[in-house]
Antibody
Framework: EVQLVESGGGLVQPGGSLRLTCATS????????MSWVRQAPGKGLEWVAN????????FYADSVEGRFTVSRDNGKSSLYLQMNSLRAEDTAVYHC????????????WGQGTLVTVSS | DIQMTQSPFSLSASVGDRVTITCRAS??????LAWYQQKPGKAPQRLIY???NLQSGVPSRFSGSGSGSEFTLTISSLLPEDFATYYC?????????FGGGTKVEIK
């Protein structure tokens, strides 16, 4: 069974940093592109970042470019999101998502971890 | 960036109704479109990929169609468990973009 479990969310002050972790199991992690997608409270879905299987290529939404860094450890089947210079508008549930290249879309989603940026 | 315009924003329907949701892309995205269903407090679940392919395990009352810039999700006969919010997603080019969502509510 494919599982993606996020952790690391919490309350942080504006300008602060957080590192999210996604622990995966049930599939060969190193075979897949991976994504982070977020959802602000009561709002729609927003793609944040993608990372290639070997970690050599990343793509970011304009809203997080230069502040967030996606990385992965294939040996640990884990995905990470380092978030710096956090803003109130980054408040959201952050989902770790597996990307299905053959279907040009995401397939499995984690339940998410809540990040709240507030003073 | 490719903009995904999803309509309607919300709709009220009864059990047994046929429901249609539309997504329009600001440029040609071929068939690189997926549809998701999200229930409150839950992660989204993929219903359709590559515009018209039914995700394994998803009931056949869900169907998708379209290519290029106009796409449709149809629920042929609404069941109580279908009341949820639906999103389209394009992954033809970066940045990946979602439609704004359609909330399907009980009439």
């Amino acid at each position: 069974e494919v599982q993606l479990v996020e952790s690391g969310g919490g309350l942080v002050q504006p300008g602060g940093s957080l590192r999210l972790t996604c622990a995966t199991s049930g599939f060969t992690f190193s075979y897949y592109w991976m994504s982070w997608v977020r959802q602000a409270p009561g709002k729609g879905l927003e793609w944040v970042a993608n990372i290639k299987q070997d970690g050599s290529v990343q793509f970011y939404a304009d809203s997080v470019e230069g502040r967030f860094t996606v990385s992965r450890d294939n040996g640990k089947s884990s995905l990470y999101l380092q978030m710096n210079s956090l803003r109130a508008e980054d408040t959201a549930v952050y989902h770790c998502v597996r990307y299905d290249s053959g279907a040009q879309s995401t397939d499995y989603w984690g339940q998410g971890t809540l990040v709240t940026v507030s003073s | 960036d490719i903009q995904m315009t999803q309509s309607p924003f919300s709709l009220s329907a009864s059990v047994g109704d046929r429901v249609t949701i539309t997504c329009r892309a600001s440029q040609d995205i071929r068939n690189h479109l997926a549809w998701y269903q999200q229930k409150p407090g839950k992660a989204p679940q993929r219903l359709i990929y590559l515009a018209s392919n039914l995700q394994s395990g998803v009931p056949s009352r869900f169907s998708g169609s379209g290519s290029g810039s106009e796409f449709t999700l149809t629920i042929s006969s609404l069941l109580p468990e279908d009341f949820a919010t639906y999103y389209c997603l394009q992954h033809n080019s970066y940045p990946v973009t979602f439609g704004g969502g359609t909330k399907v509510e009980i009439k």
